[in-house]
């Protein structure tokens, strides 16, 4: 089933370590995009890229970075993670820059203590 | 900027009756509309949005929702609740932002179903 698939599923993370969260879609779409959701605030963009090698920041980017070395991945590292990352983050994607409609990924929930 | 209103952070409604929830949406010219469903620990699914058009629009699952231009609103209704439609619901406004189409989530309301 074509789609976008998010790993890891959850994650337990001591502060201060890198941590990698994975994205990759099969729809060839161009944009993809990072949301975090937390509690009360709904979903916020962190990063995202119109096209294979290009990037963007989006509301809450510091702390966090992207890369997109390819159309169907688009990974998302915390660098040296903080208590305040905890939260849900859903990778998501659209046809093209163009295109508003976004699909979203299951998800991977992160806890770090 | 443009921003989204759900004013019911949690409803409870009995299986089989009618359901509507409210989204008030603030932007200078027509946006584009979304609504979109999270069941427990499952991502965000789509399940209508609105373009232009005919202000009613129909989406998966029983769904539907009216524009109204002159409320600012978005409300999503569903004659008759089941108890698996029991989860978190989120109104989104789309509108062009640079590069891109940014979407602006509302708080979300969360359903429970009650048999």
């Known amino acids: 089933i074509a789609g976008i698939t998010q790993a890891p599923t959850s994650q337990i993370l001591a502060a201060g370590r890198r941590m990698t969260l994975r994205c990759t879609q099969d729809?060839?779409?161009?944009?993809m995009y990072w949301y975090r959701q937390d509690l009360g605030l709904g979903l916020r963009l962190i990063h995202y890229?119109?096209?294979?090698?290009?990037?963007g920041k989006g509301e809450v980017p510091d702390g966090y970075s992207v890369s997109r070395a390819n159309t169907d991945d688009f990974p998302l590292t915390l660098a040296s993670a903080v208590p305040s990352q905890t939260s849900v983050y859903f990778c998501?994607?659209?046809?093209?820059?163009?295109?508003?409609?976004?699909?979203f990924g299951p998800g991977t929930r992160l806890l770090v203590l | 900027a443009q921003s989204v209103t759900q004013p019911d952070i949690h409803i409870t409604v009995s299986e089989g009756a009618s359901l509507e929830l409210r989204c008030n949406y603030s932007?200078?010219?027509?946006?584009?509309l979304f609504w979109y469903v999270q069941s427990p620990g499952q991502g965000l699914q789509l399940l209508l949005k609105y373009f232009s058009g005919d202000t009613l629009v129909q989406g998966i699952k029983g769904f539907e929702a009216e524009f109204k231009r002159s409320q600012s609103s978005f409300n999503l209704r569903k004659p008759s609740v089941h108890w698996s439609d029991a989860a978190e619901y989120f109104c989104a406004v789309g509108v062009r932002g640079g590069s891109n189409y940014k979407l602006t989530f509302g708080k979300g309301t969360l359903l429970t179903v009650n048999p």
């Open positions: 890229s119109n096209t294979a090698g290009t990037t």
């Open positions: 729809m060839r779409h161009n944009a």
């Open positions: 998501a994607s659209s046809a093209d820059s163009g295109s508003v409609t976004q699909y």
């Open positions: 932007y200078g010219a027509t946006p584009y």
